[in-house]
């Protein structure tokens, strides 16, 4: 079975360029994560969604950062325009609904210079 | 206060050791409780769930507190490839999961 898919793995940007990445969760996974992870930090929560719906995304920096999954399977986040202060590792991570077990991607690592 | 905390470490310990670490979680409603390990560079993977009343997987035993709200973490006969970051990971509800900032083990020999 394909685990989470993240693209793209690497990217390198200068600010005020926008970035996207996209994510691919396990089939039938019903539960999508966008996570943030800074070095020597614990991931943290950017948005969830249930299905197509976000539920939670009150951590989402709404100015610059997007997020979309149109028809409840992969979805994208976008940074537009990027900061310096954005550079960090963005994971994605599905799970069936009302678990506590989140599969991860790989990650998408942004370096803003 | 953060909703979960953790020691960053490093824990440093021989092999053979037996080691513990603990996480402590703010929101007495929390629901469940969960270990997940980091290794350097990659992403992170469930090690284990954390049930009220204990469990254990192998060398690896976790246990709750929910009086004292924390979890913990016991590895017993270390090994170099136990070398990582552990992460606490707490359900504070409706189906929040919040990571704490992790401890790092560096098992040697």
């Known amino acids: 079975e394909a685990g989470v898919v993240q693209s793209p793995r690497y990217k390198i940007i200068e600010k005020k360029q926008p970035v996207a990445f996209w994510c691919n969760p396990i089939?039938?996974?019903?539960?999508l994560y966008w996570y943030l992870q800074n070095l020597g930090q614990g991931p943290e929560l950017l948005i969830r969604?249930?299905?197509?719906?976000?539920?939670?995304d009150s951590q989402l920096p709404k100015d610059r950062f997007s997020a979309e999954r149109l028809k409840g399977v992969d979805s994208t986040l976008k940074i537009q325009p990027a900061e310096l202060g954005d550079s960090a590792v963005y994971l994605c991570a599905s799970s069936l609904r009302n678990t506590g077990e989140l599969f991860f991607g790989e990650g998408s690592r942004l370096t803003v210079l | 206060r953060k909703e979960v905390e953790q020691d960053p470490g490093p824990f440093n310990v021989p092999e053979g050791a037996t080691v513990a670490f603990n996480c402590t979680y703010s929101n007495s409603a929390s629901q469940s409780f969960f270990w997940y390990r980091q290794d350097c560079r990659k992403e992170p993977k469930l090690l284990m769930s954390v049930y009220s009343s204990g469990n254990e997987d192998g060398r690896f035993t976790a246990q709750l507190n929910r009086a004292s709200q924390y979890i913990s973490l016991l590895i017993r006969d270390s090994k170099l490839s136990d070398s990582a970051t552990y992460l606490c990971v707490v359900n504070t509800g409706f189906q929040k999961l919040v990571f704490g900032t992790g401890t790092r083990l560096l098992v040697s020999p």
């Open positions: 089939s039938g996974h019903n539960t």
């Open positions: 969604y249930e299905n197509e719906e976000a539920v939670d």
